[in-house]
């Protein structure tokens, strides 16, 4: 069946370092791939996104890269900072259909100051 | 983003009881979902609540334990039914904006004793 696979499970990083977390997809028809943060406690926010119609995007100090033919996409997060610690789930769509989304395993980010 | 909220927030219920959880959205989305999500686990995704019609299952999941209700598009139940420790777990609730943007609610975090 369809599945995601995220790399690393735990990231460290020293404040102001860059972290990269890397996810990869086995269905061909995915379309949509989000990012979602989860702090300890609350619930997972979007916190970016891409379809594959496009190759990279970016917002402030977050950037996801798609690479469609090898079917892996990647977070990438600059000057990071204390406040940047929590848990990364990219996810998939499931066969191009909307909102229905296979999620990676998540990635624990520390970013110690 | 939209505002999604859910109740209860939490809940401790004795085996063999059943629990309803609720889901409200500010605005009118085109999709709902039902998730759970275990400790330091991943989201699974339960069903996609259908509105006016029966929610679609994914594998390992049936109507009779999760019975889910949508009457309108900004309202939906999730219903565990006949509990015991296992399904101890966060269940969430999402709704899918602007084609694809899917946003969170809260969460509801269950213990079943």
């Known amino acids: 069946g369809e599945n995601v696979e995220q790399h690393p499970s735990t990231l460290s990083v020293q404040e102001g370092d860059s972290a990269v977390i890397k996810c990869t997809y086995s269905?061909?028809?995915?379309?949509?791939f989000p990012w979602y943060k989860q702090e300890l406690g609350k619930r997972p926010q979007l916190i970016i996104d891409?379809?594959?119609?496009?190759g990279e995007k970016k917002d402030q100090r977050i950037a996801v890269t798609l690479n469609k033919t090898a079917k892996h996409f990647s977070l990438h997060i600059t000057e990071t900072q204390p406040e940047d610690s929590a848990v990364y789930f990219c996810?998939?769509?499931?066969?191009?259909?909307?909102?229905?989304?296979?999620f990676g395993k998540g990635t624990k980010l520390s970013v110690k100051p | 983003s939209a505002v999604i909220s859910q109740k209860p927030s939490r809940d401790i219920c004795q085996r063999g009881t059943s629990l309803t959880i609720q889901c409200q959205v500010d605005s009118q989305v085109t999709m709902m979902f039902w998730y759970r999500q275990q400790p330091r686990q991943s989201l699974t995704l339960i069903a996609t609540a259908n509105q006016g019609s029966e929610a679609t299952y994914e594998s390992g999941f049936v109507i009779d334990k999760f019975p889910i209700s949508r009457p309108n598009l900004t309202f939906s139940t999730l219903t565990v039914s006949n509990m015991s420790p296992e399904d101890s777990s966060i269940y969430l609730c999402s709704g899918v904006f602007n084609y694809d943007e899917q946003f969170f609610g809260p969460g509801t975090r269950l213990t079943v004793l």
């Open positions: 269905d061909s028809a995915s379309n949509y």
């Open positions: 996810a998939a769509s499931r066969g191009g259909s909307q909102g229905n989304l296979i």
């Open positions: 891409i379809r594959s119609n496009v």
